[in-house]
């Protein structure tokens, strides 16, 4: 496939959006929706690294996986062809280096570690997202201010120190004035090409330090909460409501290795052209600290 031959009509059809609903200016209602509908259809997912295959990052191939194949990606492959779609409908894209807090380890990675997107509408800066998977944030976060956003029974918040922006979060239960923030990610605003990412992009499909070489994963959002694949398990999280009385309610299942294709199928849409090897490995801590 070669460029000339991505739509940006299969693309939209792809997240579930209209080409109808498209405005002829692009504006941050269409950009908000845009991001949600990416989460919601496009998975958050590794699978290519535990089924025999590698991940490229040109943008024509991306398109292939993701829309033709119905596949998902990490951050460079979403959010790379995100961009793009974001491009063609006439946003002001740029692409930042980011640096994610490891949950299991406590490090961050090292720059270009993860990919995300500055969209400019109105004269006002936007912080996209649609390649993190928890606790990654459904729509845009404002990048002109520094203060709590809230986003469902979540808050962020993109604090600065000196040149460094730190994306932050807190749940329900944690609001108060006192509340600890929790670090995501952090980031800064000096440009990036696609090319910039590719030697991080191979690290994560090779080090011992990354996610994505020790456990095979897939998430993605949905309305109602989140279904995430690691391993040998599957976690549905239902978003607190009435129905679950203002709580979060997770249930995990423990999965047999001939269980996890139908698995993949039912609850992804996801069908793989070849065997996939589950993984859970522990991560080992880098050996540089970032």
């Given at each position: ?20 609903s498209v405005p002829a200016e692009p504006s941050l209602p269409l950009l908000r929706a845009l991001h949600t509908c990416h989460l919601r259809a496009v998975p958050f997912e590794d699978l290519t690294v535990h089924s025999g295959g590698r991940v490229h990052l040109e943008l024509p191939l ?229």
């Amino acid at each position: 496939m070669t460029s000339a031959e991505m739509d940006v009509g299969k693309y939209l059809s792809r997240i579930n959006f209209s080409s109808s609903s498209v405005p002829a200016e692009p504006s941050l209602p269409l950009l908000r929706a845009l991001h949600t509908c990416h989460l919601r259809a496009v998975p958050f997912e590794d699978l290519t690294v535990h089924s025999g295959g590698r991940v490229h990052l040109e943008l024509p191939l991306l398109y292939h996986k993701i829309v033709v194949q119905h596949r998902g990606g990490f951050c460079c492959e979403n959010n790379s062809l995100f961009s793009w779609l974001l491009t063609q409908l006439g946003f002001q894209v740029t692409l930042l280096s980011g640096q994610v807090r490891n949950s299991f380890t406590g490090f961050y990675g090292p720059p270009c570690d993860h990919m995300v997107l500055m969209v400019c509408v109105g004269g006002r800066r936007w912080l996209c997202d649609v390649g993190f998977g928890v606790p990654g944030f459904s729509t845009p976060l404002s990048m002109e201010t520094n203060g709590p956003q809230v986003q469902g029974h979540r808050v962020y918040r993109i604090r600065k120190s000196e040149e460094m922006h730190f994306v932050e979060w807190r749940g329900d239960e944690n609001r108060g004035e006192d509340g600890e923030w929790t670090e995501i990610y952090k980031f800064t605003f000096a440009p990036r090409c696609l090319e910039d990412f590719t030697e991080m992009c191979q690290y994560h499909q090779s080090s011992p330090s990354s996610i994505f070489f020790c456990k095979s994963l897939c998430t993605i959002l949905k309305p109602y909460g989140r279904i995430t694949y690691i391993g040998r398990r599957l976690i549905t999280v239902i978003f607190p409501s009435e129905a679950t009385g203002g709580m979060v309610e997770t249930t995990t299942r423990e999965l047999q290795d001939e269980e996890i294709p139908a698995i993949l199928a039912e609850k992804f849409g996801i069908v793989l052209p070849s065997t996939l090897i589950p993984k859970d490995d522990t991560i080992t801590p880098p050996a540089v600290i970032y």
